[in-house]
């Protein structure tokens, strides 16, 4: 299976929103509502932030949110902070019980 | 407090083996999935392998082909990868993480470790 697909950055001023694809297939992102985000920092683990597509573990902030339409995910970020500067990746379970992780994308805030 | 300690990485010939282990601590082990994910330099993240709490499922990405085998020692609460044939192209970080619900597969993982540098020269 290929790589979901992401788009290498984006970026946002301070107090801002953002949104950050993630495009895959029937056989993936589309077929299953178990598509996941991730905010990693540099040197640092990843950290989940979204799962089942729009679900938010209980430390991470209401800015954050997930939905997905067809066969594309998206992660909406709003009110931009400076902490929010990392790299975000989306991640998708995927027929044949494989799990598929998007290239990731940096996000910049300006 | 959740707590997933890598070990086991290094440097490595072309053709050789490694095996990683993934101490877990701060909750019950057998409960719950594990996953290895691995992260070349500068690179996204790739997953590996996931392994169900009683270890009765296991799945691998098709770039393991049998090289690479996950298993769990729920008694000492160790996650193991056990990697052979290893490849230039193997070389990242490997992550290990658990799943986020209880007695399920685990496609989210809540927690994840520092990770272990494997470097294939």
């Known amino acids: 299976q290929s790589a979901l697909t992401q788009p290498r950055s984006v970026s946002g001023s301070p107090g801002q929103s953002v949104t950050i694809s993630c495009t895959g297939t029937?056989?993936?992102?589309?077929?299953?509502?178990?598509v996941s985000w991730y905010q990693q920092h540099p040197g640092g683990a990843p950290k989940l932030i979204i799962y089942d597509v729009y679900k938010r573990p209980s430390e991470v902030p209401d800015r954050f949110s997930g939905s997905k339409s067809g066969n594309t995910a998206s992660l909406a970020i709003s009110g931009l902070q400076p902490d929010d500067e990392a790299d975000y990746y989306c991640s998708s379970y995927a027929a044949s019980s494989k799990l598929l992780f998007g290239g990731g994308t940096k996000l910049t805030v300006l | 407090e959740v707590q997933l300690l890598e070990s086991g990485g290094g440097l490595v010939q072309p053709g050789g083996s490694l095996r990683l282990s993934c101490a877990a601590s701060g909750f019950t082990f057998n409960d719950y999935a594990m996953t290895w994910v691995r992260q070349a330099p500068g690179k996204g993240l790739q997953w590996v392998a996931s392994v169900s709490g009683s270890a009765s499922n296991i799945f691998y990405a098709d770039f393991v082909k049998g090289r690479f085998t996950i298993s769990r020692d729920n008694s000492q609460n160790t996650l193991h990868l056990q990697m052979n044939s290893l490849r230039a192209e193997d070389a990242a970080v490997y992550y290990c993480a658990k799943g986020l619900f209880r007695h399920s597969m685990g496609w989210s993982s809540d927690y994840w470790g520092r990770g272990t540098l494997v470097t294939v020269s």
């Open positions: 029937s056989s993936d992102v589309g077929g299953y509502n178990y």
